[in-house]
Nanobody, 119 residues
């Protein structure tokens, strides 16, 4: 059972940046970031194959968000720039073992971290 612990959520103003971290208890083959805003369904934002480092993004965040993974530390990151009020949500990291690609159907989930963007 892989355990995931997120950190880095905060409240920032429009145009600001945040970096979310997700520490995995063991090696995973893919990691993804999702978010869920109040009253909305959870949406996939980005995924990475941890071995190959191949990144995948939702079109609406491409160019503003960057996913990465440190294999030596088993820690994933989501760098978010030029943040907007509509980015306000709970952000979740998720991961899988023996699953590759965009990691849209992960096996394990973190507890979530709140990101709030004020105008």
């Amino acid at each position: 059972q892989v355990q995931l612990v997120e950190s880095g959520g905060d409240s920032v103003q429009t145009g600001g940046s945040l970096r979310l971290s997700c520490a995995a208890s063991e090696y995973t083959t893919c990691m993804a970031w999702f978010r869920q805003a109040p009253g909305k369904e959870r949406e996939w934002l980005a995924g990475i194959s941890t071995g190959a480092g191949r990144e995948h993004y939702l079109d609406s965040v491409k160019g503003r968000f960057t996913i990465s993974y440190d294999n030596a530390k088993n820690v994933g990151y989501l760098q978010m720039n030029n943040l907007k009020p509509e980015d306000t949500a709970i952000y979740y990291c998720a991961a899988a073992v023996k699953l590759y690609g965009d990691c849209r159907r992960p096996h394990y989930w973190g507890q979530g971290t709140q990101v709030t963007i004020s105008s």
